[in-house]
């Protein structure tokens, strides 16, 4: 086996006794995990990712959602985004529209982003609408000849008060030139649950 392939062992099996132990001591315990498809043109990005996100200890569906997302490199450092969601819950669903911008600063292998979004969202059953500011801050770094890349990341969700806050440590994997992963824990608690939630997440990106 190649050896720079044990971190991503290590990592599974760092997930998975994380699983085990929430089980038997977390207030609450979910999974997201999320199919993308990528295409890029020059500075102009799109995707496509379906999400399935289960809840109270992996018990139940909490959502589930389709969002196209198009992004535009303005600069070396700063990207423009807009994407749509819609989103169905067992009760309800919604439409949600984002639109923001990511600044990014490199350092050698060490890469820092600060990304600011407007949230819109309007729940379908009942017509109420709501709007939100999601800041996230993410810091990453690539290690050397491997094809991992660790990151840390949080992200604060306000409107006229704080709402929500998440916290992440997971790491992207370069499986080849066309395919990635990104296994991830977070941490989250939200205003309107009094139960903090734990979250264990893996994506799988195709770059078309």
């Known amino acids: 086996m190649k050896t720079h392939?044990?971190?991503l062992l290590l990592c599974v099996a760092f997930l998975l006794t994380t699983n085990q132990h929430l089980r038997a001591q977390a207030d609450d315990l979910?999974?997201?995990s999320s199919l993308t498809?990528?295409?890029?043109?020059?500075a102009l990005t799109s995707d496509v990712r379906l999400e399935h996100r289960s809840e109270q200890?992996?018990?139940s569906l909490d959502c589930w959602f389709i969002r196209p997302n198009v992004s535009y490199k303005i600069t070396d450092w700063l990207r423009a985004e807009g994407c749509y969601y819609y989103i169905r819950k067992p009760a309800s669903s919604s439409h949600r529209t984002l639109?923001?911008?990511t600044a990014t600063v490199l350092s050698g292998a060490l890469s820092c982003s600060l990304t600011e979004r407007w949230q819109y969202n309007y729940?379908?059953?009942?017509?109420?609408s709501t709007n939100s500011l999601r800041s996230k801050i993410n810091m990453a770094y690539q290690i050397e000849n491997t094809p991992f890349r660790p990151y840390v990341a949080t992200e604060i969700?306000?409107?006229t008060h704080w709402n929500e806050s998440r916290?992440?440590?997971?790491?992207?994997?370069?499986?080849?030139?066309?395919q990635s992963l990104d296994v991830f824990y977070e941490y989250r608690v939200r205003s309107s649950r009094t139960v903090q939630e734990h979250i264990i997440g893996i994506g799988y990106v195709i770059n078309l």
């Not at 498809?37 to 020059?42: A, D, T």
């Not at 729940?123 to 109420?128: K, P, S």
């Not at 916290?167 to 066309?178: E, F």
């Open 123 to 128: 729940a379908i059953e009942t017509g109420v």
């Open 30 to 32: 979910g999974t997201w």
């Open 37 to 42: 498809l990528k295409k890029s043109w020059g």
């Open 99 to 101: 639109l923001g911008f």
């Open 157 to 159: 969700f306000t409107s």
């Open 5 to 7: 392939y044990r971190p």
């Open 167 to 178: 916290h992440y440590l997971g790491s992207t994997v370069k499986l080849d030139t066309h």
């Open 57 to 59: 200890n992996i018990s």
